[in-house]
């Protein structure tokens, strides 16, 4: 049975083995020098001169490039995809509209949401959705959250608890949130995806999330509250049942943001 992308809200190649190497390049890996030879006599050739120091530079951040925060922009003015299109609507519940883009390749599925948050302001939402403390009181699958600067980049590492009998998933990944000028409306963006990094190695029983990303576009709803657009892809690994599936695409998300609008709630009042 094919597994499909999970939808969890908040938190995700083909590689060639490498060249064998042969018996000379094993006996230099060994520490023997390197050896002249001629009709089969040989004699140690004079070691090579040491190459000069490397210089050490600081690793590249990553980061994200502008057009993918103007395109998160875009997709709260973007109308329904079309029935019969790729983007097909899985469910429409409690103002919340989820649609989900299947990969036969792969058979995963990526999702887009569009919703609203009454009496939720963009800019209070935003500080609750960033606040990983927080949200360790009100999010019940969060076993582990925290962030954590490595090489000068701000790395997050969240495991999810998954029911028994599947395994907890854990993702390790960077994020980043800019305040977007839209023709003079303010809208919130943000961005994440996974990250691989030495500091953060896999856990054992513990199944590492490693292709996963996100985009969450917030603004006014003219009102007191917040229109909501988020889109999600990640490959859980393992075989996920489709019951699950279809259990948090359909009702997972609505109650996300039911939780989400009562931790702002609270919030406010202990801000």
């Known amino acids: 049975m094919k597994h499909g992308a999970t939808v969890h809200p908040g938190a995700p190649s083909i590689l060639r083995p490498p060249h064998r190497p042969g018996p000379a390049a094993l006996s230099l890996l060994r520490g023997g020098g390197r050896s ?3 009709e089969g006599r040989c004699r140690p050739l004079a070691p090579s001169s040491p190459p000069p120091p490397r210089r050490m530079e600081a690793p590249a951040l990553r980061g994200f490039p502008e057009e993918q925060f103007r395109a998160a922009c875009r997709e709260l003015d973007q109308p329904a995809p079309a ?3 790729p983007w097909q609507l899985l469910v429409e519940s409690m103002g919340v509209r989820i649609y989900r883009l299947h990969d036969e390749q792969s058979g995963l599925y990526e999702y887009k949401i569009f919703g609203g948050l009454a009496d939720c302001s963009p800019k209070l939402c935003v500080d609750v959705y960033m606040d990983l403390d ?4 009100w999010d019940q699958y969060v076993k582990e959250l925290h962030e954590k ?8 590492y969240w495991e999810v608890k998954y029911p028994f009998p599947l395994s907890n998933r854990d993702y390790v990944y960077i994020r980043e949130c800019r305040e977007m000028d839209v023709a003079g409306r303010k809208v919130w963006v943000v961005l994440a995806r996974s990250v691989s990094v030495p500091q953060c190695p896999e856990k054992p029983g513990i199944i590492r999330v490693k292709n996963y990303k996100q985009s969450l576009a917030i603004e006014s709803d003219g009102k007191t509250g917040s229109k909501v657009y988020m889109y999600y892809f990640d490959n859980p690994g393992g075989m996920i049942p489709s019951w699950l599936v279809n259990w948090a695409a359909k009702s997972g998300v609505p109650a996300f943001l039911k939780d989400i609008q ?3 709630h609270n919030y406010s009042k202990s801000t």
């Open 36 to 38: 002249w030879c001629a």
């Open 83 to 85: 029935a019969g299109g």
């Open 134 to 137: 927080f949200r360790k009181q």
């Open 149 to 156: 600067t490595y090489d000068g980049e701000s790395i997050i």
């Open 262 to 264: 009562k931790a702002c």
